[in-house]
């Protein structure tokens, strides 16, 4: 009867705090074995430290670090990135092929714009749909160019956000799953975490900010 009644009592708690939580992969750099099996591009390396990732890509190639599951389909990719040198980066979706067949979002520092991609045979065709929308100003309080950035793709539909703001949605059939990555172009970019959640993909409790919750551990202990 105590397991019972203490059993409800976890449920209730996590009712009470589940507007707090989203359930999502996330990872946060903490730890170097954290990418130990992510797939680096042409030109691209990765380095993690100090609870972030630093990559760089060089070469003039659009390219960078991959993971994940290929049959991953839908799903939505968050992550907070700061530019520390080079005109672009880039957030990748449903990569079939690193460098040859996939979808980006480009980050522009040279005309301060964003847009969306769809690579095919190394051949990009632009499918932003419309007008490049501006970036919004930073919200970095050290001064560099932050961002939160989501890339979603659910369906045949493509939405990018920045900071919360929906940039582009647009629409395309080609590729219908595919691994994510984080990359860019003669850059370097210094990542907080990437956080990714869809049907299929293994989560776990989140704060909407922050780390994993203390509280779930706690949870879990107790149960």
Request: net charge neutral; charged share 25%; hydrophobic share 35%.
């Amino acid at each position: 009867m105590n397991n019972f009644w203490t059993f409800g009592a976890l449920v209730l708690l996590i009712l009470l705090l589940s507007p707090y939580f989203v359930f999502a992969l996330r990872i946060e750099f903490d730890d170097p074995k954290d990418i130990k099996d992510w797939e680096l591009g042409p030109g691209a390396t990765a380095e993690v430290s100090n609870g972030q990732l630093e990559l760089k890509v060089v070469g003039g190639q659009n390219s960078g670090i991959f993971f994940g599951d290929p049959k991953w389909t839908d799903y939505k990719m968050e992550v907070k990135a700061r530019k520390v040198a080079g005109p672009y980066f880039h957030l990748f979706t449903r990569v079939q092929k690193r460098t040859q067949d996939f979808y980006f979002i480009e980050i522009s520092y040279n005309s301060n714009t964003n847009s969306i991609f769809r690579f095919d045979g190394g051949t990009g065709i632009e499918i932003t749909g419309g007008d490049r929308p501006k970036c919004p100003e930073s919200t970095d309080t050290k001064g560099g160019d932050a961002y939160t950035i989501i890339f979603e793709v659910k369906g045949e539909v493509i939405k990018t956000y920045i900071d919360g703001k929906l940039q582009v949605e647009t629409k395309d059939k080609i590729y219908k799953d595919g691994r994510p990555g984080l990359g860019g172009r003669d850059s370097t970019v210094l990542y907080d975490y990437v956080e990714i959640n869809g049907p299929g993909i293994t989560t776990s409790p989140v704060q909407h900010q922050g780390k994993l919750t203390t509280t779930w551990g706690m949870l879990k202990l107790a149960h």
